[in-house]
């Protein structure tokens, strides 16, 4: 519920209410707690997540190919400050809102390895803002629960309402309220780019006027652009999802 729909049902249930007295209404504390607890994912969260699921989904299809619990699925994922690890093996999710594979990076230390990482990997998809589209992030959810038994679902749902560190997650529950959110489509497919132990990643500062100094280092954004880079065959993609699974 918007502050807008809140506004829209004080009037339409009393329609000679003041400005005065629909203000006092909308700042009732009960009713911005209210909002604040059931805020909606962004977009760019929900590009994110959608990200997340699209490489989960593959996680999952992997473990039912080779007769692994769905659980060491779930394992894996968020499982630390990674997107998806295990026993040194990382992947970091970056979902691009654009029509090309390149990702917004906002600190260059989430492509570099830390104690214990072995192997580092991005897995490049989409989730493109699209006014013709079929699929809102409720979708996209929908789609990966299909693929699971009913306790692995009820477990995909938690999960999810947890989701963002710090802060809101999904709730399928109300995933009426994302339907006048815009279409996220897939323009081009995820696949999994091997950074570590690899060359040096394409990456390029991003840099502005304000940034003058390398004590200012933290604030220069970086575009991974791997248009042109190699992504992992099928076999490779396999192992690094069987090390996942492990």
């Known amino acids: 519920v918007t502050v807008a729909n ?50 989960f989904s593959l996680l999952v299809k992997r473990a039912k190919a080779q007769k692994i619990s769905i659980s060491k699925a779930f394992a894996c994922w968020r499982n630390g400050s990674r997107d998806f690890s295990n026993g040194g093996v990382i992947v970091e999710v970056k979902t691009a809102g654009g029509k090309k594979r ?30 013709s589209g079929n ?30 560190r710090g802060g809101v997650g999904y709730d399928h529950a109300k995933r009426k309220q994302y339907q006048t959110d815009p279409y996220l489509s897939k323009i081009f497919a995820g696949e999994l780019f091997a950074i570590r132990p690899a060359s040096t990643p394409p990456v390029e500062p991003l840099l502005n006027s304000s940034i003058t100094a390398a004590a200012n280092a933290k604030d220069i954004q970086y575009r991974l652009d791997l248009n042109t880079a190699t992504a992992l065959s099928k076999s490779d993609l396999e192992s690094v999802l069987d090390k996942l699974l492990a």
Request: charged residues 25%; aromatic residues 8%; hydrophobic residues 35%.
């Open 135 to 164: 699929n809102r992030l409720p979708d996209y959810v929908s789609t990966v629960l299909k693929e699971l038994s009913e306790t692995d679902q009820g477990t995909l749902i938690t999960r999810l309402k947890n989701w963002w």
């Open 102 to 131: 390149e990702h917004l990076i906002s600190e260059i230390t989430q492509l570099e390895p830390r104690g214990g990482e072995n192997e580092f990997y991005v897995f490049s998809t989409s989730a493109t803002c699209d006014s």
């Open 6 to 55: 809140r506004a829209e049902e004080l009037v339409s249930a009393n329609p000679s209410i003041s400005e005065e007295e629909l203000m006092i209404n909308l700042q009732d504390p009960n009713y911005l707690g209210f909002i604040l607890e059931d805020a909606l994912l962004s977009i760019p969260k929900q590009i994110g997540l959608v990200g997340e699921l699209d490489f």
